[in-house]
């Protein structure tokens, strides 16, 4: 079982910049996966950027330049940090595991951009 916690989102405006961070329980090499997705209202949930390996990052064309997916193993702890932040980025992002087949969620962080 993983246990993901979530901290960092919040109101911020159009051009501004916020950095989400998610602690994992225990050692995050285990995992196949980890990063980040995000829902808005509406929509379905979308992968934002994730570590597919240790050093090997996927990010979503929408944020390729702006956003930033981040690592501390000490900590067993991944960051995102979003620059240039949108209005169109507004949602609810989600830390994700994926580890022996399964995925695992953290509970949601709300960010909204105002423009």
């Known amino acids: 079982q993983v246990q993901l916690v979530e901290s960092g989102g919040g109101l911020v405006q159009a051009g501004g910049s916020l950095r989400l961070s998610c602690t994992a329980s225990g050692n995050i090499f285990r995992f196949n996966t980890m990063g980040w997705y995000r829902q808005a209202p509406g929509k379905q949930r979308e992968l934002v950027a994730t570590f597919i390996s240790r050093f090997i990052t996927n990010y979503a064309d929408s944020v390729k330049g702006r956003f930033a997916i981040s690592r501390d193993n000490a900590k067993n702890t991944v960051y995102l940090q979003m620059n240039s932040l949108k209005p169109e980025d507004t949602a609810v992002y989600y830390c994700?595991?994926?580890?022996?087949?399964?995925?695992?969620w953290g509970q949601g962080t709300q960010v909204t951009v105002s423009s």
């Open positions: 994700h595991v994926l580890w022996d087949g399964v995925d695992y």
